[in-house]
């Protein structure tokens, strides 16, 4: 907003009233998250702000303002952008297919100068706002079984083939079931539910046997029995299960954590952080840091639910869905009650990609309840 916008009459107070309806509540939770995350990763790197806490506080400060400031544009602006940033997104996986840059077996970056992205990222609100521009102001019976929705369902598939061919199974598996949850929500029949099911259950078998590479079948296997290669596969789940049982109900005390302090516990900064957190604050500090995600679910599907535009609705419960499969999955793989997929928990474990995404998807949600008034339209008026 430039200096003559705001010399104009009633611009200040708009831009007050607009300041005025972000859920700082919400604001103050997310931010305990991140602090939270701060702490743990000074301990872990024995009471020192390097490498990661004082990255960590900064990355945060920067994405905080940047949310803000996308929590202001208004709401036709997201929606007039949906389907470019998918486009976009898309272009960039193919890209990395192409010329994307190789780390730890995987091809998943492009590479400008000192600049690194992962598209898949981009993906992640391309794909929400792709599908809830899609779905905005359709009737019912449109998400019903129709050729309506190989739409929604190529819009789901495509970018999510090629992250898993990158492979980077943990995104792809992210996705698709963020696209199925806004489906859902977009009114699918619960008898298409349950066929869609079964259907996923017939393909399983053979998308695992002969879909995935062999350490991702690895990967499964040792899920299932850990102690199978305890210093091979099996040694993630194994040390995390250590972390955990070792805490006890309050701890072994802040910085006194042995699996972390004494590196037996791998990714212990990013994917691990949270059985880091079980070992030194035990099952009160996890249940603490657990209520304080399921008040930020709660807060952003209440935006949502308050939310005058169809739009409005799906975006922002497609990127709840989004942080609560991050935190689901994150916990169910930490606990062993899943495979090894390297989804980190967000605002807790260290990494600036995947906490500027949930913090643009954030600012997404909060500029639905700022605007949850605004006439939505697709220039055949409006779709409210």
């Keep these: 907003m430039t200096v003559s916008a705001l010399t104009r009459p009633g611009e200040r107070d708009r831009l007050v009233n607009k300041f005025g309806e972000i859920d700082w509540i919400f604001c103050l939770t997310i931010t305990l998250i991140a602090c939270a995350g701060a702490v743990m990763l000074f301990s872990i790197a024995g009471s020192s702000w390097k490498p990661w806490a004082a990255a960590h506080l900064a990355r945060y400060a920067l994405f905080f303002a940047i949310m803000i400031v996308l929590s202001l544009i208004d709401l036709r602006v ?3 952008l949906a389907y470019p940033i998918y ?12 010329v994307g840059h190789h780390a730890l077996g995987a091809q998943r970056w492009l590479q400008a100068g000192p600049i690194t992205i992962q598209p898949s990222e981009i993906m992640k609100i391309g794909l929400v ?27 789901i598939v495509a970018p999510v083939a090629l992250v898993a061919k990158q492979p980077d199974l943990g995104t ?24 869609g099911l079964l259907g996923v259950a017939a393909l399983a078998p053979p998308v695992i046997m002969f879909g995935l590479h062999g350490y991702q079948k690895q990967r499964l296997t040792t899920f299932l029995d850990p102690q199978a290669d305890p210093s091979g596969a099996g040694y993630h789940n194994l040390q995390s299960a250590i972390a955990i ?45 657990l209520v304080l995600y399921a008040a930020v679910i709660f807060m952003a599907l209440r935006t949502a639910y308050l939310s005058h535009s169809h739009f409005g609705r799906l975006a922002a419960a497609g990127v709840t869905a989004t942080f609560a499969l991050y935190v689901l999955i994150n916990g169910s793989m930490v606990m062993g009650l899943a495979p090894v997929v390297g989804v980190p928990m ?28 605004s006439e939505v339209t697709s220039g055949k008026g409006s779709l409210l």
């Design 346 to 373: 967000p605002l807790l474990s260290y990494g600036g990609t995947v906490m500027l995404t949930v913090m643009v998807g954030f600012g997404l949600v909060m500029a639905v309840r700022v605007h949850r008034y």
């Design 245 to 289: 049982g070792s805490g006890g109900l309050l701890g072994k005390g802040y910085g006194l954590g042995s699996q972390s302090q004494l590196n037996f516990l791998p990714e212990k900064q990013t994917d691990f952080i949270f059985a880091t957190l079980a070992e030194e604050f035990g099952f009160v500090g996890c249940a603490s840091i």
């Design 129 to 155: 706002l792709a599908l809830a521009r899609f779905y905005h102001g359709l009737s019912g019976k449109s998400a019903q079984l129709s050729w309506w929705l190989l739409v929604p369902a190529l819009l």
């Design 87 to 98: 486009g976009v997104g898309f272009m960039l996986l193919i890209a990395v297919m192409v």
């Design 78 to 80: 997201w929606f007039a």
């Design 172 to 195: 792809a598996i992210l996705m698709l079931l963020t696209g199925a949850i806004v489906v859902i929500l977009a009114g699918l029949s619960w008898r298409l539910i349950a066929v």
